[in-house]
Nanobody
Framework: QVQLAETGGGLVQAGGSLSLSCKAS????????LGWFRQASGREREFVAA????????YYADSVKGRFTISRDNAKNTIYLQMNSLKPEDTADYYC???????????????WGKGTRVTVSG
């Protein structure tokens, strides 16, 4: 079992920034790729960004490339999502996710966090 605990989120004006954190704990969390998905009201959950513990290049959804940055602190078993130049369409519940494989599709996620809400006002 891997436990994921998100912090951060909140309300921000368009063009602003927010940072999310996700602490992983449990059974060999370092063996998993960690990342973020989001789900807006009435829409399907979608991939945002992901990273592995082994130094592989992080990857992003096209919609957030150049604005969001995912990073990790191996010593703290924590990943971060720095979100800049936020747009109203970034409004969603953001979920931390862990997968033993490539993290891209919600169907391939092994563990989910409970989610944290990000609201971007226009």
């Amino acid at each position: 079992q891997v436990q994921l605990a998100e912090t951060g989120g909140g309300l921000v004006q368009a063009g602003g920034s927010l940072s999310l954190s996700c602490k992983a704990s449990g059974d060999t969390a370092s063996n998993y790729a960690l990342g973020w998905f989001r789900q807006a009201s009435g829409r399907e959950r979608e991939f945002v960004a992901a990273t592995a513990w082994t130094g592989l290049t992080p990857y992003y959804a096209d919609s957030v490339k150049g604005r969001f940055t995912i990073s990790r602190d191996n010593a703290k078993n924590t990943i971060y999502l720095q979100m800049n130049s936020l747009k109203p369409e970034d409004t969603a519940d953001y979920y931390c996710a862990a997968s033993g494989m490539v993290l891209r599709d919600p169907g391939g996620v092994d563990y989910w966090g409970k989610g944290t809400r990000v609201t971007v006002s226009g």
